[in-house]
């Protein structure tokens, strides 16, 4: 099955940095790849997503790279903000083939004002 | 207003005293799910259902069981739970229709606890 790799596991940046979290996935298959927030003590929440058929998207300050070759996307945020404290996952999977989607293991990202 | 919802949300129980976490959605979802959370590991999968009568296995079934008698509920059931199982429970579901994979729309979670 599907397997997926976050780093880092933690990450600390100063407000108006950028921060990029990397994940690896192992399914040459997968061809949909969600990022999820979860702010503390809330629920997962869907903030961006990309499928294979393109590299890269944005919405505002986030964006989302993907290279099928090397099998690993990333997030990135740029001019953070204390708001974006939270934890994010990656996720992997078949477009609509039953479905596994495989999360990472999170990474815990704090913004210090 | 659209929602996923959960109980209990918390719950402190003792090993082998069987319980069921409740999951109901009211968006009309085929799709509906049971994570796991615990810490450094993620969201693991317990169950899905595509549909009602229709259950299949995650990544971590074992210890578990579900049902999906009606399509807005999918009850999760630990016949009989170990301290291995505590954990934050998560209940999600999404719509397949339209040929791609939809958000997930989770629960505000169930936090279990098992002596």
């Known amino acids: 099955g599907e397997n997926v790799e976050q780093h880092p596991s933690t990450l600390s940046v100063q407000e108006g940095d950028s921060a990029v979290i990397k994940c690896t996935y192992s399914d040459s298959a997968s061809n949909y790849f969600p990022w999820y927030k979860q702010e503390l003590g809330k629920r997962p929440q869907l903030i961006i997503d990309i499928r294979s058929n393109v590299g890269e998207k944005k919405d505002q300050r986030i964006a989302v790279t993907l290279n099928k070759t090397a099998k690993h996307f990333s997030l990135h945020i740029t001019e953070t903000q204390p708001e974006d404290s939270a934890v994010y996952f990656c996720a992997a999977s078949i477009e609509n083939a039953g479905n596994m989607l495989t999360f990472g293991g999170g990474t815990r990202l704090m913004v210090k004002p | 207003e659209a929602q996923v919802t959960q109980n209990p949300r918390y719950l402190i129980t003792v090993t082998g005293k069987k319980l069921t976490v409740t999951c109901s959605q009211n968006m009309n979802h085929e799709y509906m799910s049971w994570y796991r959370q615990d810490p450094g590991l993620g969201l693991r999968q317990i169950y899905y259902?595509?549909?009602?009568?229709?259950?299949d296995k995650g990544d971590v079934p074992e210890g578990y069981k579900v049902s999906r008698k009606e399509k807005r509920n999918f009850p999760l059931i630990l016949e009989s739970p170990s301290p291995n199982q505590t954990s934050l429970y998560f209940c999600?579901?999404?719509?397949?229709?339209?040929?791609?994979?939809?958000?997930?729309?989770f629960g505000e979670g169930s936090r279990l606890t098992v002596l």
């Open positions: 259902s595509m549909n009602v009568e229709v259950t």
């Open positions: 999600a579901s999404r719509s397949m229709t339209g040929g791609k994979t939809g958000e997930l729309f």
